[in-house]
Each structure stands twice: as C-alpha cells, then as structure tokens.
C-alpha cells in the first residue's frame, strides 16, 4: 500500500522566489495489486508527483509513506533499488547488452552470476522474447516495442513490490501500444505488483487503470474507478477532460456478463403452447432455448410459432445464433458486433457456454444511464419490468 | 565486398608509391648515415609525448568530469573560458615561458605539451559527457545507481566516441609539435628538422619530418583503434523488425 498524504512541490523561480506550486497538497491511498494511473494534460503536475515517490524529485513539504514507512526517512538510493522504474524514452542503456541491462539492479544488490542470468530468462520468457536470441544483443538492435518491454522487465528483475511508470507505452506506435498495454495488464495482474503510471491518455487510463486519479495546475481533481470518473466527472474540468463521449467511453469498462440482463430461457423439448404462453406473459418476440446442461442453443420468434399446434415440440422451430458474446466481452466490442450483424439483442455465453442472459440495446442504454459506476447493478428485462 | 577491396588496394598502393617517393627524396644513404639518430630520437620523441599526453589525460578527463557534473552546471562555462584561454597561447609561447621557470630541459618541454594537448582533452569529454541522453542519466538514477555509477557505467560508456575524438586532435597537436622543444633542449626529432635547416641538409630535415608525420599517423591509427573498441556497441547491426 502506498499513500500520498499533503504532498506538495513548489520549485524556485530564477530570482529566487517561489512560484506557484507544481504539485499542491496532493493525498491519495493506492491499495496493493492496483494499477493507478495518474491522469492529466502537460505540466498538471503527474509526473512530479510519481517523481516525489522514488524522491528523483523532493517533496516541499508532506509524506509518501509505502507500506507505512515514511520514503523520507529511507536512503534515496536504496528506496529506488526497491522500487521499479520505467521512464518514456525507455532509457535502456545502449553500451550494455539486453542481459546486462536487465540484470542492472539485481547486479547492485549483489546477486550471484548465477541467480541474474536464471533472471534475466524467467523475465524474458514473461514478456514472450526468445532468451538465447536476444539476450546477448544490445538495445540498439531490437524494434522499438521489443525494447518497451525490456524497459519493463528491467524494472522489475529485483521483483520490487511498487512499479513506476512514467508513461511507458508513449513512445510505441498505436498497433505496438495496444498489444503491450494488453501483455503488461496480463503481467500486472498475475504479479499482483502495485502499479503507479503517469499517462495523458484518457483511453489509457480506461483500459489499465483500477484507480484514475485527474490532476490539474497541480491539484488531485478526482480519484477514482475510472468508471465512475466516466459515470460522473466531479466538475467542468474532469468532464471535459474525459470527452463529450465519456458515456461511450464506458462501454469499454463494462463486460458482457454484467450488463446482460436476466432474460430467461426454455429447455429444449418445451411444448409449443409453453413457449408461447411464456413470450407473451412476459411481452417478448422470441425465447432463447438452452438444453439439459444450460447451454444455449438456439432461439425460437413469436412470429414463427402464430399457426403452430401447441402441442408440438419447440425443436422444429429453433434458430441458430447468427452471434453470441462471452461473458469476458467489453460492451465495446459486444455492441459492435450488434450493428454488424443488425440484431437489436445478443445471448451472452460463458466460457463454458451456459446461457447468461441476453444484451441488448435497452440494457445497455440502462447500465449507461446509471450512474452508480463499477457497483453491481442487476438489469431486468424489458418484459419483467411490468 | 568487391568495390570495398579495390578501393583497399588503391588505397595501400597509393600509400606505398606515396611512401616509395619520399624514401627516393631523402636517399637510403642519409637514413643510413641517421639510423642510430633516428632510433634515439624518436625514442625521446614519444618519451616526451607519451609523458605529456599521460599527464594531460589524467587532468583533462577529470576536469572534464568534474565541469559537467550537475553541481557545477552554473559556472562550467566559465571555466571552458580559462581553458580556452590558455589554448590560445602558442606552444612556442608557452616553451618561452616554462624555459623562463624551469630551465632548459626536458621538464619545460613536457610541460609546454600538456597544456597544448589538455584542452582537447577537457572540451571533448566535458561536451561528450553533457551531450549524454538525459533519459539515460534519468533511468540510472531512477533505477538506483549512485553518481558515482551513473559515471562510471553509463555516462562515461556513452561519451567515449567524442572524447576518443578530443584525445586524437590533442595526440595529432602533441606530436607535432614536440619537435619544437629542441629550441629549449629537450631531444626530439626536432633534433634532425632543426639542424638539417641550418646545415642547409634537407635530406635530414625531411628525414626527421617525415619520422615526425609517421609517428604521429601510427599514434593515430592506435587511438582509433582503442575508440573502435570502446564503442564496438554503436556498430551498424541490422535492426530486426518485430512487435
């Protein structure tokens, strides 16, 4: 765990007063295992606050305290030895070969030959690079996204329990970029290190933060699930900092699972009449069929069964899915799908592909509207509302 | 490769011919009749640079470190002043004056060299180590190195190539113009230029020219080929594309 508490920075002005503050009475609280992401435009003061953390720059006044060890008590260099750093022009070292840049910190904290070169391949294997073929050649020949990643690992081949990053993935390109953010969440989340990112990116900060704290002219504006920073901005600012499309936004924040509402569905094997009675008792024009075990298989239409003998089985009458979406699915991509294939409604399977419920454009529009942010919500179906 | 060789192989004949000529011009007798002096004398020759350069490498690259050490990033340039001040002074002045406090000899002699051969020396590594990448400084840091490291590891690697180049310029000045001390009695091969010019025998005084271009090209090579290798890590590797 780590805390910020009243932490502020005025630098000297060149005459030798004190300007306005960069970074002013910031406090906030990062839990273990969470990524928070400093958010903000230029000079808002981010960076200088992660800086204040590994005391690259030192406080005016306030604590960090890490683990509830005030930093200020600590040696300067031996605090950053224990934290890991990853800056945005990666800052590998060219003179050094990918080994001997890797194993730069546990080299100072006086690891055995031996135990550095076992590291420096369980972190090659973790970033997917082949150690044999890379470890011996120097920075300069590796692809500027091979090069992020050993900027990554570097920081963290002492294993340090707090990571900080200050915009790590801004010198990527955007492909590059979205393959990395998604391999070090990967990492982040099997770890379970404490991540703090400075990142000026909104999307960024959606997609990797649990926390997103929003800094300007040095103040902490808001600090929170980034979700609910979508959900409602604290001000003017934050709102126009997220984007007019913050709502949008959102969709990429909320899986499948949670917004599919609890539409139900009939085993194979029901009787015409049952299906019937039941589409109209709760107003719908089709019914998802699933079979013994729970998985969906089809669907039957309203419209389908009008002339249809109630007696006969429902099977003659069942659909296939055109699509379906996982569980794990963001909304994004779920509601994509939607108008690709021009359904007004999606089943929502799990890994195992049992039937969840259903997505459609009305229950999208309710979580959307909400705004109770990552709480839990349990979204009826259009029928079941009455 | 093939264009690269015929390029060599001009090269290495233009070099002999150019060679062969010379020898022709100052006659295989007068290096006969100048052998001992010759071996002697260019003996004393790279005594006196090697003397003057050790010592100007010593006070050169530490003063070059120290100037661009952050604490002293104010008043750097100031220094640089003095030191290009000192430049300025011909090593013909300067031999006047170290004669004026230490007397004829050798000692005055290595003395007028260092100060010729330190500015190189000090411009180049103090310009090599602030033109560092400051990423590279600000990871060191970040990652924990202490100064001393960040020097030692990353900051002085990283500037070799462009104090390499200082030391070459103050070897090519030092060699060149240690043969002027023999006006203050110290031996060098200025002992075969200047005697051939007032015995009217220019047979010795190129003899003692061309040794001087000769040790001084070989020194060159030397150095060159040190910076080669300190800085083997810059070379010109293919750069893989993968994501």
């Not at chain 1, 000297?12 to 300007?19: D, E």
């Given at each position: 765990m780590i805390e910020?508490?009243?932490?502020?920075?005025?630098?000297?002005?060149?005459?030798?007063?004190?300007?306005?503050?960069a970074v002013d009475n910031v406090s906030l609280t990062v839990q273990k295992g969470e990524l928070c992401v400093f958010l903000g435009p230029s000079g808002c003061g981010?960076?200088?606050?992660?800086?204040?953390?590994?005391?690259?720059?030192?406080?005016?006044?306030?604590?960090?305290?890490?683990?509830?060890?005030?930093?200020?008590?600590?040696?300067?260099?031996?605090?950053?030895?224990?934290?890991?750093?990853?800056?945005?022009?990666?800052?590998?070292?060219?003179?050094?070969?990918?080994?001997?840049?890797?194993?730069?910190?546990?080299?100072?904290?006086?690891?055995?030959?031996?135990?550095?070169r076992e590291r420096a391949r369980e972190l090659m294997a973790m970033v997917a690079l082949e150690p044999g073929q890379y470890l011996s050649r120097y920075p300069r020949e590796l692809s500027g996204g091979q090069q992020q990643r050993i900027g990554v690992i570097r920081a963290l081949a002492a294993d340090p329990p707090l990571l900080l990053m200050d915009e790590p993935f801004g010198a990527v390109d955007p492909v590059n970029r979205s393959v990395i953010q998604d391999e070090f969440l990967q990492m982040q989340r099997t770890l379970g290190k404490t991540v703090i990112m400075v990142s000026h990116d909104i999307d960024e900060a959606i997609k990797l933060g649990d926390k997103v704290a929003l800094f300007r002219s040095g103040q902490l504006k808001q600090f929170a699930h980034p979700d609910r920073l979508l959900a409602d901005p604290s001000d003017e600012f934050v709102?126009?900092?997220?984007?007019?499309?913050?709502?949008?936004?959102?969709?990429?924040?909320?899986?499948?699972?949670?917004?599919?509402?609890?539409?139900?569905?009939?085993?194979?094997?029901?009787?015409?009449?049952?299906?019937?009675?039941?589409?109209?008792?709760?107003?719908?024009?089709?019914?998802?069929?699933?079979?013994?075990?729970?998985?969906?298989?089809?669907?039957?239409?309203?419209?389908?069964?009008?002339?249809?003998?109630?007696?006969?089985?429902?099977?003659?009458?069942?659909?296939?899915?055109?699509?379906?979406?996982?569980?794990?699915?963001?909304?994004?991509?779920?509601?994509?799908?939607?108008?690709?294939?021009?359904?007004?409604?999606?089943?929502?399977?799990?890994?195992?592909?049992?039937?969840?419920?259903?997505?459609?454009?009305?229950?999208?529009?309710?979580?959307?509207?909400?705004?109770?942010?990552?709480?839990?919500?349990?979204?009826?179906?259009?029928?079941?509302?009455? | 490769m093939t264009p690269t060789l015929l390029r060599r192989g001009c090269g290495i004949l233009c070099a002999v011919i150019f060679c062969w000529l010379i020898l022709k011009w100052i006659g295989w007798?007068?290096?006969?009749?100048?052998?001992?002096?010759?071996?002697?004398?260019?003996?004393?020759?790279?005594?006196?640079?090697?003397?003057?350069?050790?010592?100007?490498?010593?006070?050169?690259?530490?003063?070059?470190?120290?100037?661009?050490?952050?604490?002293?990033?104010?008043?750097?340039?100031?220094?640089?002043?003095?030191?290009?001040?000192?430049?300025?002074?011909?090593?013909?002045?300067?031999?006047?004056?170290?004669?004026?406090?230490?007397?004829?000899g050798a000692i005055s002699a290595v003395l007028a060299l260092w100060l010729a051969a330190l500015l190189p020396i000090v411009r180049n590594t103090y310009q090599g180590l602030r033109n560092v990448d400051p990423?590279?400084?600000?990871?060191?840091?970040?990652?924990?190195?202490?100064?001393?490291?960040?020097?030692?590891?990353?900051?002085?690697?990283?500037?070799?190539?462009?104090?390499?180049?200082?030391?070459?310029?103050?070897?090519?000045?030092?060699?060149?113009s240690a043969p002027i001390s023999f006006l203050i009695g110290a031996n060098s091969l200025g002992n075969l230029i200047f005697p051939g010019i007032y015995l009217n025998n220019a047979q010795q005084m190129l003899l003692g020219a061309f040794a001087t271009a000769a040790l001084a090209l070989v020194l060159d090579g030397l150095a060159a080929l040190i910076s080669h290798c300190l800085t083997a890590f810059q070379g010109n590797g293919a750069v893989e594309e993968a994501a």
């Open positions: 910020l508490d009243a932490l502020s920075k005025v630098f000297p002005t060149p005459k030798g007063g004190s300007g306005a503050p981010k960076t200088t606050t992660l800086k204040m953390i590994n005391r690259l720059i030192e406080p005016s006044s306030g604590r960090v305290l890490i683990d509830g060890n005030d930093t200020a008590e600590m040696d300067k260099v031996e605090l950053r030895r224990s934290l890991g750093y990853v800056i945005q022009q990666i800052g590998l070292f060219p003179n050094m070969t990918i080994e001997q840049n890797i194993t730069v910190v546990p080299r100072m904290l006086g690891w055995s030959a031996q135990r550095m709102r126009a900092f997220v984007g007019a499309d913050h709502t949008l936004k959102r969709l990429l924040l909320i899986s499948a699972g949670d917004a599919a509402d609890d539409s139900p569905s009939s085993p194979l094997g029901t009787r015409v009449g049952d299906a019937r009675a039941r589409m109209e008792e709760e107003d719908r024009r089709y019914l998802v069929i699933s079979d013994a075990a729970g998985k969906g298989v089809g669907f039957v239409r309203r419209h389908d069964l009008r002339h249809v003998d109630d007696a006969t089985p429902i099977d003659t009458y069942l659909r296939e899915f055109s699509t379906t979406a996982e569980g794990g699915e963001n909304l994004r991509v779920v509601l994509s799908r939607m108008y690709e294939c021009n359904t007004s409604w999606l089943p929502v399977v799990d890994d195992n592909g049992l039937f969840m419920g259903e997505v459609t454009q009305e229950s999208i529009a309710a979580y959307l509207s909400t705004r109770h942010g990552a709480s839990e919500t349990s979204i009826k179906a259009p029928g079941a509302e009455v | 007798a007068t290096i006969v009749e100048f052998r001992a002096d010759l071996l002697f004398y260019t003996g004393q020759h790279l005594l006196l640079v090697l003397i003057s350069m050790a010592a100007a490498l010593v006070v050169g690259i530490a003063a070059g470190v120290g100037l661009s050490r952050p604490s002293m990033a104010g008043s750097a340039e100031r220094f640089m002043q003095v030191f290009n001040i000192a430049n300025t002074v011909p090593p013909m002045a300067v031999l006047a004056i170290a004669l004026a406090f230490f007397g004829i990423a590279l400084k600000e990871a060191a840091k970040g990652l924990g190195m202490r100064p001393l490291q960040s020097l030692l590891k990353v900051e002085l690697p990283n500037a070799w190539g462009v104090i390499m180049n200082g030391i070459r310029i103050a070897l090519a000045i030092n060699v060149g």
